[in-house]
Every structure is written in C-alpha cells, then in structure tokens.
C-alpha cells in the first residue's frame, strides 16, 4: 500500500496516516482472524518471539516445532502425521521454520563451493519443508471470511534485490519458496477468496539463525521483529496475496 500511494505521489506524512487510518480499520479484521492460530516452527527465535505475541493478544495458539514435536518438514509422512492431528480452522497459519546452515554446510560465498549436498540440503529445509506445509495446513483455513497463510522467506531470496550475489543455496532456496508461496495464492483464491498467503522477510533478526552471520547489519530483538511481521499482516487484504513483503510493509522484488 505504501509504495503505490507514493507511486501516486503522496508525501509521507499523507502516507503514514491513510496506513495509520487502513491499518486500524482492519484491526478488527485481524483480532478475528487471529482467533485461532498455528505456528509451524515455533521453537526457532522468531516463531517462539510470534506465539508468545498472539498468545499475549488473546488468540489460541496451537504450537508445532520438530525439537518438541519431532516434526520435521522435509519429510512428508512427519508433515502429514503432525498437521493430520490438527483440528478445526485456523485462521492464521505461520510458517517460522528455516535454516542457515544445513548439514554442516555454510553458506557459499563463490561458486566453487557450491556443490549437490549443499543445494539439496538447501532446498529440503527452506523449499521443499515450507511448501510441504502449505500442501497440508492451507486445506485448514476458513473458507468463508478473512484468514492467513505466511511463510518466512528471506529478501535475500529476491532476484531483483540481488546485487552482491553469494549464498547461492539459501537464495536459490528461498526464491524457489517465493514462486510457490505465488502459485499456491493463486490456487487458493479460487476457494478462499478473503485469504491472503504471503511471504515475509523478518529483517535481521538477533536468533542462532544468525548469529555468525548478522556482521554489520542492524539487527531487531525477536520481539520486535514479531511485532512487525504481525503488523504487517494486519495491514493486508486479499487483493495482496501472492505477495512478498518485508518487516516494513513493504514489496520486495522478486
Ligand atoms: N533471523 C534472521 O535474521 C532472518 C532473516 C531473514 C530470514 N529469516 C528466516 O526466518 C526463519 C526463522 O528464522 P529464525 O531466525 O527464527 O531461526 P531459528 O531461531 O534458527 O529457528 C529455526 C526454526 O526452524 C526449525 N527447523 C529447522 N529445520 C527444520 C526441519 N527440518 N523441520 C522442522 N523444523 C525445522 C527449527 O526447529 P528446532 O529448533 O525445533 O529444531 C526452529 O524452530 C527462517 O526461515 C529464516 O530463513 C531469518
């Protein structure tokens, strides 16, 4: 919303305050559709930081995480035992789970390091996990009135964004999760016309994720990075899904 009212050339000031005034009239919106919801990974830094925020705001919060529920994304029969056990509808359903490092592989830095293992390894936990979890919880959201699937990407994984390359698997990965996060909006639209199904980028956020690798970025407690995403999701309609946005509101490239 804010860059096409910018596009359309309003001043910041008229910008902060017809997001002020859209964000509050769907305030309600979003207590609704917060009443019930799933967290997929929230044992990592960010998914924990988000259920204690929706539990704070009164929403029930189912949990799922492999360290307490032995699931694992990257396999289907884990995914389909763990969300089978889910009942009911939920109307917001948040995907926090992700990895760096994976089997000891640490991002490239040039081409020369990339290898099978590393790719594969890559795609497993930050593609193929996530869009396993969107095959079997989005049949969970309501099909009548607001709901939200959001999955954390990562704007390292935009294409357009990208200008000092490196880190080929975790980008690839995650550009890999965007394209389905897209498609899997537009299918869902045809049942679900109020839902909306995004990816985020968090920011820097101060998690293990990144502790080896935050280097001179500014980096945001899990807290206020879990303030963020979920006001960003409040802000969204229907007409923004399919989309990605970072901590900010804002649209990253793809
Ligand atoms: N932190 C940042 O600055 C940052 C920036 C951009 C994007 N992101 C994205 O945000 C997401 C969360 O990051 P975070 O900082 O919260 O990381 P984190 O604290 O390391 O948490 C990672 C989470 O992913 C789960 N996980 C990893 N592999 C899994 C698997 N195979 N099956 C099930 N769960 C698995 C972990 O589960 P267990 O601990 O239970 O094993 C944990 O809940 C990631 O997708 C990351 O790419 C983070």
């Known amino acids: ?89 939920y109307q917001l359903i948040f995907v926090a789970t992700g990895a760096l490092v994976v089997g000891g592989a640490e991002p490239e830095k040039a081409l020369k390091e990339v290898t099978a293992q590393s790719m594969s390894g890559q795609f497993a936990v930050n593609c193929i996990g996530p869009s396993l979890v969107m095959k079997h919880a989005l049949p969970l959201l309501p099909r009548k009135g607001p709901s939200c699937f959001a999955a954390l990407s990562a704007r390292v994984g935009s294409i357009g964004d990208n200008k000092i390359g ?58 206020e990075a879990a303030h963020n995403l979920l006001a960003v999701l409040e802000g969204l309609g229907p007409d923004d899904s399919g989309k990605f946005y970072d901590w900010q509101g804002e649209q990253v490239a793809w």
């Open 1 to 89: 919303m804010r860059s096409t009212l910018r596009k359309e050339g309003c001043d910041e000031k008229t910008v902060f305050s017809i997001v002020a005034v859209e964000a509050a009239r769907r305030a309600s919106t979003i207590t609704d559709m917060a009443h019930r919801t799933l967290i997929i990974g929230a044992s990592g830094g960010i998914g924990s930081a988000i259920t204690a925020k929706l539990q704070d705001n009164g929403s029930e919060v189912t949990t799922l995480s492999r360290s307490a529920d032995g699931l694992d994304v990257t396999d289907e029969a884990s995914v389909k035992a763990a969300l089978g056990k889910a009942t009911g509808e």
């Open 166 to 223: 490196g880190w080929y698997s975790y980008r690839t990965a995650k550009a890999a999760l965007n394209q389905m996060i897209h498609s899997a909006a537009i299918e869902l639209k045809r049942t679900h016309r109020e839902a909306v199904c995004v990816a985020l980028h968090p920011g820097t956020v101060a998690t293990d994720f990144t502790a080896k690798y935050a280097g001179r970025h500014k980096t945001v407690e899990p807290e």
